[in-house]
């Protein structure tokens, strides 16, 4: 990077001055409107590094504004510089107000925003952060990195050789996301390109959004019905599993029926023997208030699984509810954001072709654009929104199809606390006959005169038991047939939901088919436009491995890397303070740099003034050659602490390097070969290069 020229307009002193650069260049100043006529004040530091700084990168010293570089009674400002890198020119362009044009090979760099045009500026020179670091050795602009401390200078050093890596590593991958992208076999010119072309294709596009819509309608409607048969064929499944338990109930009573018909027409023909009857009737009644206890024990497991089958349904209705207002609230901001939009385009087209607020015109371009991108945005929020309307509905549905079923589940359970209840009242009689066998145990005389009283009443009881055998019979029979009945409405129920689901299925298809024809006419649309702009789809498979393998190697290299590289920047920092008889050394204490001044080695702390400053500017140079790196080096305030006789050492080691050097000596009127010496002379507030 060598600046070739420069040109500078109402810059702070200067009101129109030029300059052609050479190899090595020493600007002095003279300040006549100073009695003493010192060279403070002149202009010097405003072509080195304030005008250079400024249009290379817009920046502005700490304490100043863009406004603060304006010349006195001026409305704006204008640097112009030319540099060479790599065999092309560049020319860069920065005005106060806001404006950059930067060429390459008198070819403008078009770009929408001036930050994209920095970029570009920053990928071929390096940012402002490195430039200042070691292409300036200035107190305010510059930054000295010795002067920021020993841990500093190690983290710095540090940081800087892993940036290195990460630098060209981030290139490397950059270069290898550009060839992928840019694969042969991802070309975009399959298809002949023309403007008719692009104009059937939107008109088919509207044309596809149109069929979604009434599709989408569809949809919601078959979607709807195949809810409606769902919650019918689980009400009539809620119905067998109720008339199921009943006929399992009604099934145990049965038995336990017959059981007692034979215990009482056992008792009948053992009435011979009450003792033995009584007994035995006591022995049958244990066993009958057993089994109407496992029954009490099985309907309640059943009572808690349906509890909890209501406790699982009754979260997940929670969290449909919250899904529910979540989706009802961001329906309502994404309505507020479309609005927004809305109203910023309609703001910009009521302002013209004029800003309100600064009055100055506005870019059709960027106003075109901006439009675009609101409109695009308001496409993607409503989209989003029917979405979420739909999304809504359905949640909307699955809510009132669990509280159906909760509902179910309760009835349910109460039908099932009456069968318990049931149970219980049976317990209680079995207990109570119990104990009336017991009492007939101890009358046992009287139970025996009786025996032809209890035999009538045993044949009551057989009769008894016998028509609730027939009731039993009879209410299984009616179930079974309600059960069939109801399978066969789930059958039937099962079929139409099939076809519904079909036809819903069906409907989703044509709705996916057209969402992807759209998004594939979106893309094949995008496409199109940016085959306009796109030609070169030229890298191989090959391109690619190669740089995969590359950052294989790299990532393995960069320990070893750094090793060398710091024993490699203090040789080549040695060979630069050669002439002067100073020497560093890096360390692995904590020190890291210490200095060598002919028999004395001193701490970076203990040098003087200038040799601080001669070290800095040796220290810069050798970084940048240790990465093979040319270029210009800005030199300002704090050269004023060497003396001339160094300072001019400090020229001739220049001038073996590969830079180029733009100086601030103040006073030099020596003269140097094979140095370009400018002398900045202010008179009655305006500063001339002579």
Not at 68 to 85: G, P, S, T, Y
Not at 646 to 661: M, R
Request: glycine share 4%; hydrophobic share 35%.
């Amino acid at each position: 990077m060598i600046i070739k020229k420069i040109e500078i307009k109402n810059l702070q002193l200067l009101k129109s001055v030029s300059g052609d650069f050479g190899k090595i260049n020493i600007i002095s100043g003279k300040n006549l409107d100073n009695p003493n006529n010192s060279g403070n004040g002149s202009g010097k530091s405003t072509i080195v590094l304030r005008a250079i700084l400024f249009a290379l990168y817009g920046h502005v010293e700490e304490g100043l504004t863009l406004k603060d570089l304006i010349r006195f009674n001026e409305k704006e400002a204008c640097v112009e510089i030319e540099v060479e890198k790599d065999n092309k020119i560049y020319k860069i362009i920065r005005k106060i107000p806001s404006e950059l044009r930067v060429y390459s090979d008198d070819n403008e760099i078009q770009a929408n925003t001036s930050t994209i045009k920095q970029r570009f500026i920053d990928e071929v020179f390096g940012d402002v952060n490195f430039f200042r670091s070691y292409r300036c050795v200035d107190i305010k602009n510059g930054i000295n990195i010795l002067d920021m401390g020993i841990v500093s200078v190690r983290k710095t050093l540090m940081g800087f050789i892993e940036g290195i890596f990460t630098d060209i590593r981030t290139r490397l991958l950059a270069q290898k996301t550009e060839r992928e992208k840019f694969s042969k076999d991802k070309r975009l010119y399959q298809f002949y390109l023309s403007e008719k072309k692009l104009k059937v294709l939107e008109d088919g596009l509207q044309e596809i959004t149109k069929t979604t819509e009434e599709i989408q309608i569809n949809l919601k409607t078959q979607n709807t019905l195949c809810n409606d048969l769902i919650i019918n064929e689980e009400t009539f499944l809620s119905k067998i599993a109720i008339n199921e338990h009943n006929i399992e109930l009604d099934t145990q009573n049965l038995q336990k029926n017959q059981i007692n018909i034979d215990n009482y027409k056992q008792k009948i023909e053992e009435l011979k023997t009450p003792e033995k009857e009584i007994k035995t009737s006591l022995i049958d009644y244990e066993s009958k208030i057993k089994q109407c206890n496992f029954t009490v024990e099985d309907v309640n497991k059943t009572i808690n699984i349906i509890n909890s089958d209501i406790i699982r349904d009754r979260k997940l209705l929670e969290k449909l509810q919250k899904q529910n207002t979540t989706l009802e609230v961001e329906i309502k901001e994404d309505a507020k954001k479309t609005n927004h939009l809305k109203a910023e385009i309609n703001t910009l087209n009521e302002l013209g072709n004029k800003c309100d607020k600064c009055k100055q015109d506005i870019n059709p371009e960027i106003k075109e654009q901006f439009i675009i991108d609101n409109d695009f945005e308001m496409a993607e929020l409503t989209e989003k929104n029917n979405d979420n309307i739909n999304n809504l509905n359905i949640i909307k549905k699955e809510i009132d199809t669990l509280s159906t079923k909760i509902r179910n589940d309760e009835n349910m359970i109460k039908e099932l606390q009456n069968n318990l209840d049931r149970e219980q009242v049976n317990i209680k009689s079995f207990n109570k006959e119990n104990l009336e066998q017991l009492q007939k145990q101890q009358n046992l005389e009287l139970a025996t005169a009786n025996a032809e009283s209890d035999k009538n009443k045993y044949l009551e009881l057989i009769e008894s038991c016998k028509k609730q055998t027939n009731d039993y019979s009879q209410a299984i029979e009616e179930s079974k047939e309600l059960v069939l009945q109801y399978k066969e409405e789930i059958q039937k129920l099962t079929s139409l939901l099939e076809i519904e689901t079909d036809v819903l299925e069906d409907l989703k298809n044509k709705k996916d088919t057209l969402y992807n024809k759209e998004k594939r006419t979106c893309l094949f649309i995008a496409k199109l436009k940016e085959a306009f702009k796109f030609s070169e789809y030229k890298y191989s498979k090959s391109d690619i491995v190669i740089y995969d393998e590359t950052i294989k190697v790299l990532d393995s290299f960069a320990g070893e890397y750094i090793r060398e590289w710091l024993s490699s920047l203090s040789v080549i920092i040695n060979n630069l303070l050669n002439p002067v008889n100073i020497s560093v050394e890096f360390t692995a204490d904590k020190d890291f740099l210490k200095v060598k001044d002919n028999s004395q080695t001193l701490k970076y702390d203990q040098l003087s003034t200038g040799q601080r400053c001669f070290l800095s500017v040796i220290f810069k140079l050798a970084i940048l050659m240790q990465q093979n790196k040319t270029g210009i080096i800005l030199m300002d305030d704090g050269l004023g602490s060497i003396d001339q006789i160094n300072f001019k050492n400090l020229i001739e080691i220049c001038k073996a390097l590969p830079f180029q050097i733009i100086a601030v000596y103040q006073n030099y009127n020596q003269e140097i070969e094979d140095v370009k010496q400018f002398m900045v002379i202010r008179e009655n507030g305006v500063s001339n290069v002579s």
